[in-house]
Nanobody, 121 residues
């Protein structure tokens, strides 16, 4: 069993930055590729970014490429999402997930409770 807890969301002006954190508890965090998804009001949850077990490879949705950076600290059982040049269309609830293989979370995967990010224009 893996428990994921997101933090770091909030209200920011367009062009600003936020860093989300996802703290994982439970066994085998270091064996899971991790990722972030987001869900805007009235829309489906979509892939944002993922990172492999050792952090050697990362994957991004086209909409965030060049602005967001995913990273992980296996010693702290934490994965991060650095978000820069934020746009109003980035407004969503952001979810941490594991495992994330490229852009996919299997049915047996784990999800956090989500953290709200609101970008004002």
């Amino acid at each position: 069993q893996v428990r994921l807890v997101e933090s770091g969301g909030g209200l920011v002006q367009a062009g600003g930055s936020l860093r989300l954190s996802c703290a994982a508890s439970g066994r085998t965090f270091n064996s899971y590729p991790m990722g972030w998804f987001r869900q805007a009001p009235g829309k489906e949850r979509v892939f944002v970014a993922s990172i492999t077990v050792n952090g050697g490879s990362t994957y991004y949705a086209d909409s965030v490429k060049g602005r967001f950076t995913i990273s992980r600290d296996n010693a702290k059982n934490t994965v991060y999402l650095e978000m820069n040049s934020l746009k109003p269309e980035d407004t969503a609830v952001y979810y941490c997930a594991a495992p994330v293989v490229y852009t996919v979370v299997p049915g047996t995967g784990y999800w956090g409770q989500g953290t709200q990010v609101t970008v004002s224009s």
